[in-house]
């Protein structure tokens, strides 16, 4: 079902409710009023009846009789009743009441009260007359009131059904302007495709959840854009990276098979045949490591090791690398707690990313002091890498992490340019991240962070 639907059935059985409750508060509260009302009137009655019993001057009591039959709006079929009480729970009855019992009840015990039955309402009330105590029944119809409620109960109903119907094209009006923000968001993202990826949705004039909501897809949109242009560039990159060696094989190869040659000639062909399948073979790896750490940063987690342990076996790999570099591991300040070193681990990945790091600050350091040190605080395990290098220019640093990206002081020095990005989806798929501080020709400050659950 379409949310337009939805948000009008919605409204429209909320306002049916609403109305329902209200029509029944209105008639509850009627009755009680015309009821409350009704029973004034009677108890009225019951005093002036009272004070025509009392009397015993025949002018005084035909006074009060005048009174009751043209001072007081008449009522239907109205009667009274003077019983005479003969006890606390006795009295005389009359046959033509056939009240029940609990009526004489409560009456006596709390000297007046009150019963409806078949619409005739009956009062009573208890009067004292020189000792002797009576109760004064009066009884009437109430029709007007009956015919009060059944008019105002057709008024209710004819004004639900009205406001029903008026609350059914409120609703589709409603849901039109909810929706259509939403629509028109759909109508110009489908607009928009991998051919157009630049271009934006409109933003709203109102700060609202529309607005948030196209503000999220223009950035899930710049996103997307950055994406495809390092993805372009990526097989761009990797297409000329690949096709360099190959083409250099092939040529070697179709140069010493044009015609016979001196062996010296076969063999300086098969050195440059052999660096240039190195190179390829070494680039070919590198793509393999890099797709292994998967575009969602996602990879099992089979480890738990020593990050200084991990640090000293990445310096006796390099040493074996490198033998000359000047790699100084320093430990700061570590915990007695050897549990807090502890990380968990796809150990060869984090020895992979830990070693592409510190190879990078020898190599662009010209072999240069790079220290490497390990902290710990709370919740964290923090490994900072630093030398004293060739840096990093500002404009280079947003894309540092882009494959095969190289910026005009590194391209001097050998390399692919995806040893960083490699080293920085591992690093995050361990739950790190990392940051990289650099001046031109002042050195380089990269500081891995792994934090700890």
């Known amino acids: 079902m379409q949310i337009r639907k939805r948000i009008t059935i919605t409204y429209v059985t909320l306002s049916v409710l609403s109305t329902l409750l209200l029509c029944l508060a209105v008639l509850v509260l009627f009755r009680q009023n015309n009821r409350y009302y009704f029973i004034k009137r009677l108890q009225d009655r019951a005093k002036i009846v009272a004070s025509i019993h009392y009397q015993n001057d025949p002018k005084k009591a035909e006074y009060y009789r005048k009174l009751k039959s043209e001072g007081l709006e008449e009522l239907i079929d109205e009667k009274d009743f003077v019983l005479k009480v003969n006890g606390e729970n006795s009295f005389e009855l009359n046959t033509e009441l056939e009240l029940p019992v609990e009526f004489y009840t409560d009456v006596l015990r709390n000297q007046s009260g009150w019963v409806e039955d078949n619409h005739r309402y009956y009062y009573g009330q208890i009067f004292d007359e020189s000792g002797q105590k009576y109760i004064v029944i009066i009884t009437a119809k109430d029709r007007r009131g009956d015919l009060s409620t059944l008019y105002i109960i057709r008024i209710l109903f004819i004004g639900g059904v009205a406001f029903i119907i008026l609350a059914y094209f409120l609703g589709r009006f409603l849901a039109r302007r909810v929706v259509h923000p939403v629509s028109q968001i759909t109508r110009e993202v489908k607009r928009i495709s991998a051919s157009n990826l630049h271009n934006r949705l409109p933003q709203p004039e109102n700060q609202d959840e529309m607005s948030d909501l196209t503000l999220t897809f223009n950035d899930m949109l710049d996103r997307l854009e950055t994406s495809f242009?390092?993805?372009?560039?990526?097989?761009?990159?990797?297409?000329?990276?690949?096709?360099?060696?190959?083409?250099?094989?092939?040529?070697?190869?179709?140069?010493?098979?044009?015609?016979?040659?001196?062996?010296?000639?076969?063999?300086?062909?098969?050195?440059?045949?052999?660096?240039?399948?190195?190179?390829?073979?070494?680039?070919?790896?590198?793509?393999?490591?890099?797709?292994?750490?998967?575009?969602?940063?996602?990879?099992?987690?089979?480890?738990?090791?020593?990050?200084?342990?991990?640090?000293?076996?990445?310096?006796?790999?390099?040493?074996?690398?490198?033998?000359?570099?000047?790699?100084?591991?320093?430990?700061?300040?570590?915990?007695?707690?050897?549990?807090?070193?502890?990380?968990?681990?796809?150990?060869?990945?984090?020895?992979?990313?830990?070693?592409?790091?510190?190879?990078?600050?020898?190599?662009?350091?010209?072999?240069?002091?790079?220290?490497?040190?390990?902290?710990?605080?709370?919740?964290?395990?923090?490994?900072?890498?630093?030398?004293?290098?060739?840096?990093?220019?500002?404009?280079?640093?947003?894309?540092?992490?882009?494959?095969?990206?190289?910026?005009?002081?590194?391209?001097?020095?050998?390399?692919?340019?995806?040893?960083?990005?490699?080293?920085?989806?591992?690093?995050?798929?361990?739950n790190g991240e990392i940051k990289i501080q650099s001046q031109p020709e002042q050195g380089t400050i990269v500081t891995i962070v792994f934090r700890k659950d």
């Open 229 to 430: 242009e390092i993805q372009a560039n990526f097989i761009n990159n990797a297409s000329h990276e690949l096709k360099t060696p190959i083409a250099t094989i092939v040529a070697e190869a179709e140069i010493m098979l044009s015609k016979t040659r001196e062996p010296e000639a076969y063999q300086e062909a098969l050195t440059v045949i052999y660096h240039q399948a190195t190179r390829l073979g070494n680039l070919t790896e590198s793509l393999l490591k890099l797709t292994q750490t998967g575009y969602d940063g996602q990879k099992q987690v089979k480890d738990v090791a020593r990050l200084d342990e991990l640090l000293f076996d990445v310096k006796a790999e390099l040493d074996k690398l490198l033998p000359d570099n000047r790699i100084i591991v320093r430990l700061e300040d570590l915990p007695d707690d050897e549990a807090q070193l502890l990380l968990p681990c796809n150990r060869p990945l984090i020895e992979l990313a830990l070693s592409n790091i510190i190879s990078n600050g020898v190599k662009y350091s010209n072999n240069e002091t790079v220290f490497v040190t390990l902290s710990v605080q709370e919740n964290q395990l923090m490994v900072t890498i630093s030398d004293i290098g060739i840096g990093i220019p500002p404009e280079d640093i947003p894309h540092l992490y882009e494959p095969f990206f190289r910026g005009k002081e590194a391209s001097r020095y050998n390399g692919y340019g995806l040893g960083l990005p490699l080293a920085m989806k591992i690093i995050r798929m361990h």
